[in-house]
Each structure stands twice: as structure tokens, then as C-alpha cells.
């Protein structure tokens, strides 16, 4: 009998129904469905309890002509009706997304292979956990203190002020000790002093852009991806082809990348994707990392999707 996959993805892409390459999901689905799985998709807000046991409510996936389509009649499932939950929906980690992992503690693990925990991803901030890996990432300061960031930027002379529970560049800015501006930007990061932040060196002159690590299980791929900066920005913030560049990891990237896979995975943290910048990683995305397939494919002329999937398919029948 198939294996029954259920995939919580974000709530934007079930509202706009974005099942195209540009999203991870997409890819996930359609190898799953090209494989012969049962492949259902649900978002947090359909996750629930009765009688003390998790349940979903989920939609059956199809695949047509290279397009990915969901029945739109819903099914209320346990959770352990499905043999593997792929949990995937976005940050911001608020109060919603923490009750949907709480869900995960009422399934019998025994029954159905999470990947990543819902538990695992809550004990690990992406922002702030990549200080267990001092040598590997930038210095940076974890505080909502004003004066603690001044007196960091004044040192750094310039540095990247992040919050801790989104992405995608959201709430990024970057500090500089002559800006006058300085003062506004912190107290509007910390909430005028309330919120924990990451605040970073600022590496790379912001001219090379960031290189993306991906990484299933204790599996590091060399190939990599190159995001280069949007225009009049510092960040990557536009997903075209022109902003990735074909790149692959350094022996120093590989060992950091190597070295973090086998702690994630120790933890339940199978699938994730390393930001970085001048050789140290700037973020560890363990909630939904996104692996670029489309890109990926283009630019090194591969079937990464199929070598990761087939990644994950091994993972879980070892597990």
C-alpha cells in the first residue's frame, strides 16, 4: 500500500493556491505524487484535538499534466492516519504557530515520522541557536537592550539588526554608527526596548549576496546557490533568475553545514538550509527552508529535486 504523506504548508500558499515551482512545496507534492505516495495537504489552523488525540483537517492532492491540484472536499483525520507529516508552515513564530506545534505532542510518534519536529523547531530559534556553533557564525549580540546594540554598532561600526521570529528579510535593516537614524531603528526593532533581537556584524559589504547551504539529515550537498541582493538593497528580496548565481560550499562551509546537520538531526531537525555570508553562517532555517529547486536545477543543470526527495525517502525508512 502507498505511503499517506501529509504536508502543513503556509497559509498563503493554500489561500492563493500557489502551487507552482517557485515554491518548495510545490516540488515535495509532485515527486511524492510522481512516486505513487497519497499525498494531503492542511495549513496550522486545520490542526486539532478530540478525545485527547491530534487530528487535521486535510484536502487529497492530485498531479495533471506537471500541476499540482487539491480536492476541495475536507477530510478530518487523525494525525496518525498519515505514515510521515511534513511540517512546513512559515514564520512569524507567534502564538498561533506555537499551539499548532503543541498539536504534535497528542500523536503517537511511534505510528507516524515528523519531519522536522514541531517540538524541535520551537527549542531552536533560528536567529539565536547558531551561537552553539560560536566559530561558525558572526559575532552578534542577542539582546533588546538599546544601549548594549549602540555600544555593539559603535564597535562593528556597522551591523544587521534582525527579529528572531520571521523571514524572508522581514524587519531586516542594517545600522550604521553615523546614521542618524541609529536610535529610531533600534527602538523600533525592540519595540523601544521590550523585544529580543539579533543584531549582527555586517560582512560581505553587502555586495556578494548570501549562499545558501541545503542540507537532509546528516546529508550536506556541496552544489549551493548564490542570492544576490535586490536593487538599492542589501538583502536578497526579489525572486527572479537573475539574482542566483550557480556557487558551491567551501571545505570550511561544508564542515560548519556538516557539523550543524548532525545536531539538528540529534534533536529531530532533518531537513534544513544555512545562510551565509564570508564563510560564517548568518541563519540556520529549520521551520520552512527552502531549497530553490527550480534554480537549482537551471543553474547546475541537475534533477535536485529528485536527489533530495529521494534523500528524504531514505531518511524516513531508516528512521
Known sequence: MPQKILIIIDDIEFKYFEFNDLVTDFWFIKEYLLRSYQVSIAIKSGLFIKDGKGFVISYKTFENNGNIFYDKNREEKSINYFDIVHFRPDPPVDTDYINACYIFDFIDETKTKIINKPRAILDFNEKMHGNLFLKNVPKNIITADVQLIKDFVKQQEEAIIKPLNRCFGSGVFYLNKNDKNLNSLINLSTNNGRTVVCVQEYLGNGQGGDKRAFIVGETVYKESLRKLPGENDFRFNTHADKYFKKDFLT?????????????????????????????????????????????????????????????????????
Open 251 to 319: 571545505e570550511k562551509e561544508y564542515n560548519a553545514a556538516l557539523e550543524i546537520a548532525k545536531y539538528l538531526t540529534s534533536k529531530g531537525i532533518y531537513l534544513t538550509a544555512l545562510d551565509l555570508i564570508d564563510e560564517k553562517v548568518t541563519e540556520i532555517n529549520v521551520t520552512s527552508p527552502c531549497y530553490f529547486f527550480r534554480e537549482m536545477n537551471r543553474v547546475h543543470n541537475i534533477d535536485f529535486d529528485k536527489i533530495v526527495m529521494q534523500d528524504i525517502i531514505e531518511l524516513t525508512e531508516k528512521e
